[in-house]
């Protein structure tokens, strides 16, 4: 039986690794993309050391901000699965450096798709193109983050333009192919290579040695990334979600200091509980970058409703204790292999 193709963008990222993982261990041929075709050799032995099968692996070159080998790199696949996007924690200098790539790679992956005949494209998007905006409450699968607000972050501006932009691209298609997206909340977990410069990782990093004394005061809900890998793949599966945005994330809120707390009762000495107040991370968002990415999510306590995910999938997150203890096993590990 000839084997399903899945071209995967962003194959080399945190969520990326993990899902091609869980896809070539279900038995599909994994078509995994990369800027730079160097990093090809290093990301097979990454998987074959995560125990997946890498005889149904290949890559090809792709880049965000170009036209080309996107009609290629889609040819003969089945599904499409476009997790790439631009990340910074820190507000770049002009938010077209982050919202333009965003919302024009979506926008090359949907168009090589329809070109080729895919059946489903499944879009990692976020919970921030729900919450975003909101101090409290609960937000679901009906609710945008309002891209106009002053409070709104350039990557939440552009998480959420690029999924707007996917939904209305299908809008004004004639053809059979579907649409999915998937919300992850905050990511945790291990990661499978020896990389722990994303955002969750690079966190916990900080924290194991004591570089974070002070937390922000928001709360936001969280998941493991395993998690989210296997909420990918039944996106791209279940024939029931076509259409469908759907939250993967547990429904409470964690509190910041919660991650902090959860690594001291379990030993680690540097992690500080303390919450910082909202005007000293106002004042030094005036010259830190990254403290001016998070002045919108200041205060938040948000709620989500993950029904969706937990009716029509196979799916129940596991605790997100688990989720913070294994991160931080992965950079005890990764710190003491260096």
Same mark, same amino acid.
């Given at each position: 039986m000839t084997k399903k193709i899945v071209l995967l963008t962003g194959i080399s990222g945190f969520i990326g690794l993990h899902i091609a993982r869980e896809l070539l261990n279900k038995g599909f041929h994994v078509r995994g993309s990369l800027r730079n075709l160097k990093k090809a050799e290093n990301i097979k032995n990454t998987l074959k050391k995560a125990s997946a099968d890498v005889s149904e692996l290949s890559f090809i070159e792709l880049d965000l901000t170009s036209e080309k080998g996107w009609d290629c790199a889609a040819e003969n696949c089945d599904y499409v699965m476009h997790v790439a996007s631009p990340y910074a924690a820190a507000e770049p200098k002009h938010e077209d450096d982050m919202i333009k790539p965003a919302v024009d790679g979506s926008l090359r992956a949907l168009r090589a798709a329809k070109k080729a005949g895919v059946k489903r494209v499944v879009l990692t998007s976020s919970t921030m193109t729900m919450m975003a905006t909101m101090k409290s409450g609960t937000f679901g699968p009906n609710d945008w983050a309002d891209t106009h607000s002053k409070d709104i972050g350039t990557y939440a501006k552009s998480k959420t333009l690029a999924e707007q932009a996917a939904w209305q691209f299908m809008e004004q298609q004639d053809s059979a192919m579907e649409l999915v997206t998937v919300h992850p909340g905050g990511v945790f977990g291990p990661t499978l290579d020896d990389d722990i410069a994303?955002?969750?990782?690079?966190?916990?990093?900080?924290?194991?040695?004591?570089?974070?004394?002070?937390?922000?005061? $928001?709360?936001?809900?969280?998941?493991?990334?395993?998690?989210?890998?296997?909420? &990918?793949?039944?996106?791209?599966?279940?024939?029931? $979600?076509?259409?469908?945005?759907?939250?993967?994330?547990?429904?409470?809120?964690? &509190?910041?200091?919660?991650?902090?707390?959860?690594?001291?009762? &379990?030993?680690?000495?540097?992690?500080?509980?303390?919450?910082?107040?909202?005007?000293?991370?106002?004042?030094?968002?005036?010259?830190?970058?990254?403290?001016?990415?998070?002045?919108?999510?200041?205060?938040?306590?948000? &709620?989500?409703?993950?029904?969706?995910?937990?009716?029509?999938?196979?799916?129940?997150?596991?605790?997100?204790?688990?989720?913070?203890?294994d991160a931080a096993t992965s950079i005890t590990r990764i710190r003491r292999n260096k």
């Open positions: 994303g955002q969750s990782m690079e966190m916990i990093d900080q924290m194991l040695r004591g570089k974070i004394p002070m937390l922000a005061n $928001v709360a936001i809900p969280m998941v493991d990334v395993r998690d989210v890998a296997n909420a &990918h793949i039944q996106a791209m599966t279940n024939t029931k $979600v076509a259409g469908q945005r759907i939250i993967v994330s547990h429904s409470e809120p964690t &509190h910041l200091t919660e991650i902090a707390r959860i690594l001291k009762t &379990h030993g680690y000495k540097g992690p500080s509980t303390r919450i910082a107040p909202n005007l000293l991370l106002r004042f030094m968002a005036l010259f830190d970058n990254e403290a001016k990415g998070m002045l919108g999510l200041l205060g938040m306590n948000v &709620h989500a409703d993950n029904s969706k995910a937990l009716t029509l999938f196979d799916w129940n997150p596991r605790p997100f204790s688990e989720s913070v203890l």
